[in-house]
Each structure stands twice: as C-alpha cells, then as structure tokens.
C-alpha cells in the first residue's frame, strides 16, 4: 500500500482526512511541524498533506524546511487549509505548494483524486 503524510494539529480534521483516505494508503500522521520535519526523511511517504495553521511552526515553515532538505525535498505537499478566500489558492501554490485543498473537506471524492493524481504524477 502507497504511503502518505498529514500534518494536522485538529484531531477532528485528522481522524476526517484518515477516514477518508485510510483504505486507499498507509497515513503517517503528525500533530505539528517539528515532528513532521524529524520523521519525514526515513517515513518513506510518497506526498504529504500540510496543514497551514499549525503550532509551533506554521506549514509554510515546514514546507521550507522540507525544500531545503535533499533527502525529502522532490515530495509533492498539498496545502491542507481553511485559508480560502480569493487569491489564497495563488498565494500558497507561489509559496511552493505543489496543491491546494480548502477545509472543512466536504468533498471527499475531490481529496481522493487530487491525493490520486499527485501521486500518480510522481511515479
């Protein structure tokens, strides 16, 4: 089974997108960017989905962090978030998101295509 990461500190909006998802790949979850960034290099995920609002680091600090990391840099990231008013979608997607996806998710089906679809782009 394909392998893929949240970073999300809402334990409601995770246990969502693992429900959502869990059939289809293996999660590895983390509740903040930190933990993420320490366990990302050896958690053999083929994309994460990053929360924007996050404790102790916000997900555009991690997604930086991640970039400049050798060893995870080339993951796809879909920013995860409630930031979704005109102009969010470009903001993030200029930040170096590969994706943006708004919450609360409503469209389940849309999540599992564009996770699909991220991953199939990849190899």
Not at 2 to 15: G, T, W
Not at 33 to 41: Q, V
Not at 53 to 67: N, Q
Not at 78 to 83: D, E, K, N, Q, S
């Amino acid at each position: 089974m394909r392998r893929i990461a949240i970073v999300e500190d809402n334990p409601d909006n995770l246990m969502l997108a693992e429900a959502i998802l869990g059939s289809i790949y293996d999660i590895v979850s983390y509740e903040n960017g930190p933990d993420a960034l320490a366990s990302l290099p050896e958690a053999n995920v083929e994309l994460v989905l990053l929360d924007i609002s996050l404790p102790r680091m916000d997900g555009v600090a991690v997604l930086e962090a991640i970039r400049l990391d050798d060893r995870i840099k080339n993951l796809p990231i879909i920013a995860l978030t409630a930031h979704a008013m005109v102009g969010d979608r470009e903001k993030y997607m200029e930040k170096g998101f590969d994706e943006y996806f708004t919450k609360p998710i409503v469209d389940f089906n849309a999540l599992i295509e564009l996770v699909k679809r991220m991953i199939d782009r990849t190899g």
